[in-house]
């Protein structure tokens, strides 16, 4: 079955650029997240969702940072004015569910963002 | 600061013979922790996980154990193969996300 999908795989922006990577969690995954892996370092935590809510956004290292995902399904990781400390893998994971139990998160391949 | 973190960054092993990573924890709170596996290219794969309540879980060619009197768990790798030539993470689940180590590269030997 298909697996959690990310686009694009590769991303290079021009520091002060936007960029918008997207995510396509697995189908009826209630949890998404994303996660920010620098070169050589184990992924960090951005943000959470369930459904359409953004219940955690703790993980977002500036204001220039922007997730959504408006229907609870397919999420934008949105990078306002990019600089070249977001070079980075970002990681979607999605999950069925989440609360007092523990449910497995899938993670997509990532996309490879360099700020040039 | 991170919670969980690992001894070496690589790890040569002889094909054929066990692997053992190491990672150690801070915090004693800590109920679930999970080893990933992630190959060049690729997201993080879950390998196995265990419960504070289990000192040892075992799985296909993978072993799991957990001392939580202090706070150190390990993966043991049976009969290593090339196709398990990757970063290999160990892993603590937080309310909603998961928090990483920095990785051990396991290079394979042939």
């Known amino acids: 079955g298909a697996g959690v999908s990310q686009s694009p795989r590769y991303k290079v922006a021009k520091r002060g650029q936007d960029v918008a990577l997207r995510c396509d969690p697995i189908?009826?995954?209630?949890?998404l997240f994303w996660y920010q892996q620098a070169l050589g370092q184990g992924p960090e935590f951005l943000t959470y969702?369930?459904?359409?809510?953004?219940?955690?956004k703790s993980g977002l290292p500036s204001d220039r940072f922007f997730a959504e995902r408006p229907e609870g399904s397919v999420s934008t990781l949105k990078i306002q004015r990019t600089q070249q400390e977001d070079s980075a893998v970002y990681l979607c994971?999605?999950?069925?569910?989440?609360?007092?139990?523990?449910?497995?998160?899938?993670f997509g391949p990532g996309t490879r963002l360099t700020v040039t | 600061g991170e919670s969980v973190g690992l001894h070496l960054p690589t790890l040569s092993v002889q094909e054929g013979d066990n692997s053992i990573i190491n990672c150690a924890y801070s915090?004693?709170?800590?109920?679930?922790f999970i080893w990933y596996k992630q190959e060049s290219g690729k997201g993080p794969q879950f390998i196995i996980d265990?419960?504070?309540?289990?000192d040892k879980r075992q799985g296909q060619r993978v072993t799991v154990l957990l001392n939580k009197t202090v706070k150190h768990l390990s993966l043991q790798i049976a009969a290593t193969q090339p196709g398990d030539s990757a970063v290999y993470f160990c892993?603590?689940?937080?309310?909603?996300?998961?928090?990483f180590g920095k990785g051990t590269r396991l290079h394979i030997l042939p």
């Open positions: 915090n004693s709170a800590s109920d679930y």
């Open positions: 265990i419960r504070s309540n289990m």
């Open positions: 189908s009826g995954h209630v949890s």
């Open positions: 969702f369930q459904n359409e809510a953004q219940l955690d």
């Open positions: 994971a999605s999950s069925l569910w989440t609360g007092t139990g523990v449910s497995e998160q899938y």
């Open positions: 892993a603590e689940k937080g309310d909603d996300k998961i928090i």
